[in-house]
């Protein structure tokens, strides 16, 4: 939620006062205990993700993943990328990670963002507000895949250029640290925001694998004053959904 999502905060704070008896009052911030990725050069740094108002979530990374290909490099390099196509993005994360990070998801199947080719990019996100109506968290995957083009290079190459934007993207409201045993690199930007308020723990990791960039957020807020998850839940948790879509995304090439 870093980066915007006062439209769904505010509705799911009206949504847990119409259906849940409560004092009105908005979630305390989050505490700010060091999660389990190592801390480098800080940096303001905003998601890409944004739910909707009802609930369900858009990943705003940006960027094409380019036309889908064979796999074979086109570049004149003699090469071959790594991964030939992408798991269906619902499924990139287990049932039991869900579970785990969103209880009582509105929609625990998730729900799958638009996508012109599912070969090459695909998203999914959930959300709900747990199990006693005050525990709103937001979970997104995007999955983007860049093949060997002629004019653009090797699909490494390309996905090594799409981690280092989209890093360099976030990096503007959070503090980043790099995330050692996901991919071949990955970091993670954790920070805060308030919102009529509300004060969500907010957690994306970015991580290149081959041709490969997979962008995992995950936010959470205690409504009606419920305390909110700590930023190493978050960041665990972040780490945690991952390690599920790169393990999909290996699993679906094998």
């Not at 064979?70 to 579970?99: N, R, W």
């Not at 990955?186 to 990791?205: F, H, L, M, R």
Request: net charge neutral; with cysteine.
């Amino acid at each position: 939620m870093i980066g915007g999502a006062a439209t769904v905060v505010a509705a799911l704070v009206f949504a847990a006062c119409s259906s849940n008896s409560g004092s009105g009052h908005g979630a305390s911030a989050a505490p700010s205990d060091s999660g389990s990725a190592s801390t480098s050069a800080s940096g303001p740094a905003g998601s890409g993700g944004t739910p909707t108002a009802s609930g369900t979530g858009t990943s705003t990374a940006s960027g094409t993943a380019g036309q889908s290909g064979s796999g074979t490099s086109a570049d004149g390099s003699g090469g071959v990328a790594k991964y030939t196509t992408l798991p269906a993005p619902c499924k990139a994360i287990t049932a039991a990670t869900v579970s785990t990070l969103v209880p009582k998801a509105k929609s625990p199947a998730g729900t799958a963002d638009k996508s012109a080719d599912l070969q090459t990019r695909g998203g999914c996100s959930w959300t709900g507000n747990g199990k006693d109506g005050y525990q709103y968290r937001w979970l997104s995957v995007t999955l983007q895949r860049y093949p060997d083009d002629p004019q653009l290079g090797s699909g490494d190459d390309q996905a090594r250029k799409r981690y280092t934007q989209q890093l360099q993207d976030l990096k503007k409201a959070g503090t980043t640290g790099v995330v050692t045993g996901l991919g071949d690199e990955a970091s993670q930007v954790s920070g805060w925001e308030t919102v009529a308020k509300v004060t969500s723990q907010n957690d994306t990791v970015v991580a290149v694998s081959g041709n490969v960039v997979v962008l995992v957020e995950y936010d959470g807020a205690g409504l009606e004053g419920k305390k909110n998850p700590s930023r190493s839940v978050v960041q665990s948790g972040a780490q945690r959904a991952a390690k599920d879509a790169l393990a999909a995304v290996a699993a679906a090439n094998t």
